[in-house]
């Protein structure tokens, strides 16, 4: 299959600071990302679909201001929590398809691990 | 409302017992369906896929899918389960008509020697 790798996997930071997360597709070409957020023992909550070379495209209730997302190549978007504060710590996971065609399955990262202190 | 249910929080079985996770979906025409499982602090990883075809799907780690159209569930079946089953398992489907991904709310599976 294909390879996503995210870093950092762990990141600690303190409040009202900005943390980058990058997300790269190592081995195919991605025009579409997408980021998710999950709560422990929850589910994935999609937070936005990130475009290459295009505004990303955000979900219903999460914030574009703080929740930047950047996709300036073909394998690597990234998501910038900016202003973090501890309600931000969270396990942030990207995923990526390789091809267009909706009968394709997403690859995600190994996911990358906030806490805000 | 388009959803994805996954009615069990937790699934219990002894190794070597034939394991099943249940999924159900509500999405309108015929979504592409696929199972996903987590280890711990990990991102996602690709068990198998439902297209067309064969109701039955085969998948990595011995483990294969039922698509029952007309109950609109997607089970996740393996014969003989193993102590490294034990992770979260995620139903998604996706619609036809939009490329997001649906996801149940994950099962943990927990298989005991």
């Known amino acids: 299959g294909a390879v996503v790798s995210q870093h950092p996997s762990r990141v600690i930071c303190k409040s009202g600071t900005s943390v980058k997360i990058e997300c790269r597709s190592l081995?195919?070409?991605?025009?579409?990302m997408f980021w998710y957020r999950q709560f422990p023992k929850q589910s994935l909550m999609l937070m936005a679909t990130?475009?290459?070379?295009?505004?990303?495209?955000?979900e219903q209730g999460v914030e574009k201001d703080k929740f930047l997302i950047n996709h300036a190549s073909l394998t690597l978007s990234t998501l910038t929590v900016t202003s973090a504060h501890p309600e931000d710590s969270s396990f942030y996971i990207c995923?990526?398809?390789?091809?267009?065609?909706?009968?394709?399955?997403?690859?995600f990262g190994q996911g990358t691990r906030l806490t805000v202190v | 409302a388009q959803s994805v249910a996954q009615p069990e929080d937790q699934v219990n079985v002894a190794e070597g017992n034939p394991l099943t996770v249940k999924c159900t979906y509500s999405?309108?025409?015929?979504?592409?369906l696929f199972w996903y499982v987590q280890y711990p602090n990990r991102g996602l990883q690709f068990l198998l896929k439902?297209?067309?075809?064969?109701?039955l799907v085969k998948g990595s780690y011995g483990f294969e899918a039922e698509f029952n159209k007309s109950q609109t569930s997607f089970h996740l079946k393996k014969p003989s389960a193993l102590v490294s089953d034990s992770a979260l398992y995620f139903c998604a489907v996706r619609p036809l008509q939009g490329g997001k991904l649906i996801f149940g709310q994950g099962t943990e599976l927990s298989v005991k020697p």
């Open positions: 995923s990526a398809r390789k091809g267009g065609g909706l009968n394709t399955e997403a690859f």
């Open positions: 439902y297209i067309t075809g064969d109701n």
């Open positions: 990130s475009n290459e070379g295009s505004k990303a495209t955000y």
């Open positions: 081995d195919f070409q991605a025009t579409t």
């Open positions: 999405v309108s025409g015929n979504p592409y």
